[in-house]
Structure formats: C-alpha cells, structure tokens
C-alpha cells in the first residue's frame, strides 16, 4: 500500500485516495475504474464531509462498471469539441469528408447553444423534441428535412465520439427522426426567361460606372453563364475554382475542358460545354496577369489563382446581391410559377433543367456530374413537364398512328421505322 503524505487520505481500505491539488481548496478523488485512474472533485474543504463525498463517488462508479454502464459523466458541450476537433484534423489531414464542414457548424450554432449543459447521457428522445422546436423558433420556420438530415449526422458524430470514450452505451443513443418540410424545388429560369436574362446583361454590362462597378458587373455576367453551363454550385464550390483546376482533354481527336471541382460531396471531375472557353477567354482578357497568354497557356501552365474573385476575396455575398438587383431590373426576380425568389442557384436549377429535357443525359449521370444524389433530382426537378420529354416515355409514333396499326400487327411494335424516326439532339448555343 502507498504511504500517506500530508496532503492525501486513503479510503475504503486504501482503493481510494484524497488530495489536494495546489490552488484548490476542495478535496479530489482518485480511484480506479474500468481499468483506468480516474479523478473527481468532492467540491468539499472539509475532509470529513470530503470522505462522506468521495464515498458516494467511488462505490457509484464501482456499481456502474459491474453493470456495464459508462463510469464518466461528461457534458454534450465537451463531447461535441471533442468530435469536432476530430472532424477537424480529419479534414486537415485530407481523410475527411466536405460535410464536415456542415456538421461542425451545425453542432456550433445549435447543438452546443441549447444541449451543451445537459449530461451526454440525459439525451434523450424528449430532451430532442424540445431541441427541434427551439431550433424552428431560430430559425423563424419549421427546418427542412436537408437540414434536419444534417443535424442528425452531426448527432451521430457526437454520440460516437461518446460511445469510442466510453462516455455512453448503445442504449443511450436516442433515436433520431426527421419531420422536417420537404425540400421544394427552387425557382427555375424558363429558356425564354433565360434568353433575356443573358441579353439584358449584355446592356447591363456597359451601363455601370468606370471602376470598381464595372469590373464586378462583367465578372457576375461571366460568372452566371459559367454557372448556366457547368451545373456549378454558386458560392463556395464556384468561388473556390482556380485555373489550375482546369485541363483540357483529348479524345477522339477533339478536345473538351475538364473542371475539377471541390464541392459539399468532395472532389469530381466534369466535362462543361464548349462555349464556357468563350467566357474564360474574357475573363483571362480582363487580368493584368493572364491577358498576354492564349487561354490554352494559361490553363497549360496551372496558374495558381482564382477565377472569380476579386483580389482573392470569395465574391458569394456581393454577387447575391447584385444578381438579385440585376434580376428586379428585368423583371425576372420573381418566379410567377411559384411567386419564390430566384437567386444565383435558380441558375444551377436551369442547367439541370435544360441537361434533363434537351439531351440524352439520364438522371443517374447528371447526378454524378453536378455532384448530387437521384433522390434530390427527383425532389428538386420532379415537377417537369412532362410534355417537354414526351418522346422519352411515349417512344417514336402517335397516338392516331396508334389507332391506324392493322390489327394483326404485334402489339410491341413501333409504326415508324425506329431508324429514321431517330436523330441527334442538339442544344442551341446561347448567343452571348
């Protein structure tokens, strides 16, 4: 048995030792469990009271460890900063994942605020009820089931983290539901409504004042046929392109822009449309840096800059608001369809809209190209006319052609010569 200093008691036939720690009036504890040295405070000067305390503390968690049951309390708060650090070095480290970044935000600005003081194993079904509508009330609207997707994963992440530390069992993590309100579909730009977009931008260019006006308006107008041609997430995924992110490729004796995109799902390689060369081209023009090489050099030579920011600063902010003063001047900020705002992603939805009724481009590929699931094509774009991809389920013929075939004709079989009645879509270029 250790011997005894001045400043420590032994109890319970020396399995447990009280000390002081220098600066601290209170005695602490520390004792075994689960195989490891633990340590409490009794929050109590007196040693006699401090014995009576520390008592309570080490046959509790003697009685936790024989039932299986975790011997350290922690609170959600120091849980979370732990999971978070985690995400963090992941992340750094190259081994995590884009949505973290969501996930840490989330336990930050609402998690932590309401559930931090609570114990990690008092989260419980009831404890997340009163969560959820305290977060609506936040939010100032009932969260969208994206969102409360979100924050069940960055949940999961905590009670992990508890469950690796030993700070919880499996039957303490509560069961995460999600009510929340079906994403709707954002407003979209019809072809027409588009065709005026890109035209009116052509005056709207010329009409801003020498400077810094006039730098930000031609980049936004680049910037938004970029977007119309790519299916590119504005804000971070966009703002966060360099040249060095874009190669050109050769196959079949033709050449194509690849962009290596970094977005909330992680790196992926697209092919974009040809004319999206045009707009780089003027974009190159305007730099001091660049306009004195061709295009093909400066994509050759992977310089090192950004696209679409202006002296390195992540335009997302500025460009919302001057796309949202572009759009009220022309009349298109409101989507008379569903009387929703439009915004920069309205631009995003177009490209998805057109790639999926004007070319043989399948959901599944387009998924994979925009850097998103099937699932959320169908929750955003599910409301298509069907009258614009009406040869894709009807299949070649009509309806009276239908009713002409001689009866004897097999039931599966097209009237038309299913050779001729085929031929290659095209799409318009956009004359901008």
């Known amino acids: 048995m250790p011997l005894k200093t001045d400043d420590s008691v ?6 447990a030792i009280l000390y002081k720690r220098e600066g601290t009036p209170a005695w602490q504890v520390r004792y075994k469990g689960e195989g490891k040295k633990l340590r409490n405070t009794t929050h109590e000067v007196d040693l006699d009271k401090a014995k009576k305390v520390a008592v309570d503390i080490v046959t509790n968690a003697w009685y936790r460890v024989k039932n299986d049951l975790p011997v350290v309390n922690k609170h959600f708060k120091a849980v979370a900063d732990l999971a978070i650090k985690r995400m963090e070095e992941m992340n750094e480290a190259g081994h995590g994942k884009a949505t973290f970044r969501s996930y840490i935000l989330a336990l930050k600005n609402y998690h ?16 997340l009820q009163r969560f959820s ?44 539901t999600n009510r929340g309100v079906e994403t709707q579909r954002r407003p979209d730009i019809t072809e027409k409504e588009y065709k005026h977009l890109y035209t009116s931008m052509r005056e709207w260019v010329k ?26 997430r504005p804000g971070t995924e966009s703002m966060n392109l360099k040249w060095q992110h874009i190669t050109v490729i050769e196959h079949d004796g033709k050449n194509y822009l690849e962009f290596n995109i970094s977005g909330k799902t992680g790196r992926r390689k697209v092919l974009v449309r040809h004319r999206v060369a045009r707009y780089l081209e003027r974009i190159k ?51 008379k369809r569903t009387d929703d705002k439009r915004t920069l992603y309205s631009i995003r939805h177009f490209y998805a809209t057109r790639a999926l009724t004007r070319t043989d481009i399948t959901p599944y590929q387009l998924a994979d190209f925009m850097g998103t699931s099937v699932g959320m094509l169908k929750a955003h ?36 010569d299913v050779k001729k009645s085929v031929k290659k879509k095209t799409v318009k270029g956009d004359q901008t």
């Open 133 to 176: 509508l305290w977060r609506d009330n936040t939010l100032k609207h009932r969260a969208s089931a994206s969102t409360i997707n979100t924050h069940n994963s960055a949940l999961n992440r905590v009670f992990d983290e508890a469950l690796i530390r030993g700070y919880i069992t499996k039957t303490h993590i509560p069961v995460l």
């Open 112 to 127: 932590i605020p309401y559930l931090g003081k609570y114990l990690i194993t008092k989260i419980d079904y009831a404890l």
């Open 381 to 416: 774009y599910g409301h298509l006319d069907l009258r614009q991809i009406a040869d894709k389920f009807a299949g070649t013929g009509t309806i009276d052609a239908e009713l002409r075939k001689p009866k004897q004709q097999d039931d599966d079989e097209d009237v038309v």
């Open 10 to 15: 032994h109890i319970l036939e020396g399995k």
């Open 285 to 335: 023009e305007r730099d001091e840096d660049l306009k004195d090489m061709t295009l093909y050099q400066v994509l050759d030579k992977g310089v090192d800059k950004y696209i679409f920011r202006v002296d390195d600063k992540d335009m997302s902010t500025a460009f919302g608001r001057m796309f949202a003063r572009l759009l009220e001047s022309i009349d298109l900020a409101v989507d």
């Open 207 to 232: 009409t801003a004042r020498k400077g810094n006006e006039s730098t930000l308006r031609y980049l936004l107008r680049d910037y938004v046929l970029i977007l119309a041609n790519t299916g590119m």
